[in-house]
């Protein structure tokens, strides 16, 4: 369990490191990096991480994927506050890093918020979530993003979502990456959209694999594959 936890930890501080990271370099550069560069920089971050990570901990690195993981019953639940811990603390110091670095220039430290009103931003995290989870969800062998295609296919799918829809709500699809800068940076504003949005998405997600994917899909530890 310490080696899963530790993998949890270390895989989120590289996501929120990395994709915040990458909006606060744009940010004071001017936009050098673009949003289409944010965008492949989730993307990419997370296929590398499920490869280098998903055999050790499942690669997770999202509390809303882990709580749908313990929905479809492919995830003890003793296991589900431990796990959360460990992202929140993982993405927590990379915003602390971040803030450090870059503590004389005026950014959020890539924190989310709406861009319009708050409804239709938490309307597409939970619609960007359900999807992300309902992939990892086909791909992932019981709670575990692992396999050939697994990093490709999750990575793509954030790396699109970020793509469209990151002008508009941040297309989080992840508590803990919109929590830590939110905290770090004290932007605590609509906050509770992306905390409740991908939640809910995530566990929706549970049960439209339910209702496409061949029975027992989110019953075992069989995966819906």
């Excluded at 270390?10 to 744009?26: D, E, K, M, R, Y």
């Excluded at 994927?65 to 929905?71: C, L, P, Q, R, Y």
């Excluded at 940076?185 to 209702?211: N, Q």
Aim: net charge neutral; with cysteine.
């Amino acid at each position: 369990m310490r080696r899963e936890l530790a993998a949890e930890a270390f895989g989120t501080f590289a996501l929120v490191f990395a994709g915040t990271g990458a909006i606060v370099i744009n940010d004071v550069t001017g936009g050098a990096i673009t949003h289409v560069g944010v965008a492949l920089t989730f993307g990419l971050v997370v296929l590398a991480l499920i490869y280098a990570l998903g055999e050790v901990s499942g690669a997770h690195l999202n509390p809303a994927v882990t709580i749908g993981f313990w929905a479809a019953r492919r995830f003890p639940g003793r296991q589900v506050a431990p796990y959360l811990f460990a992202q929140v603390s993982g993405a927590l110091i990379a915003s602390a890093v971040l803030r450090l670095l870059f503590d004389g220039d005026k950014t959020h430290l890539g924190a989310t918020v709406p861009r319009d009103w708050p409804m239709q931003s938490f309307v597409l995290e939970f619609v960007l979530t359900l999807v992300l989870m309902f992939v990892i969800l086909s791909v992932s062998t019981g709670a575990k993003e692992k396999g050939l295609l697994a990093g490709v296919a999750v990575g793509a799918v954030i790396g699109f979502e970020a793509m469209f829809a990151g002008p508009i709500s941040g297309a989080s699809m992840n508590p803990a990456r919109s929590l830590a800068p939110a905290l770090v940076a004290g932007h605590l504003d609509h906050l509770w959209i992306y905390l409740a949005a991908p939640t809910l998405g995530a566990l929706t997600a549970v049960g439209l694999c339910r209702g496409v994917q061949a029975p027992g899909c989110c019953q075992t530890a069989g995966g819906c594959a």
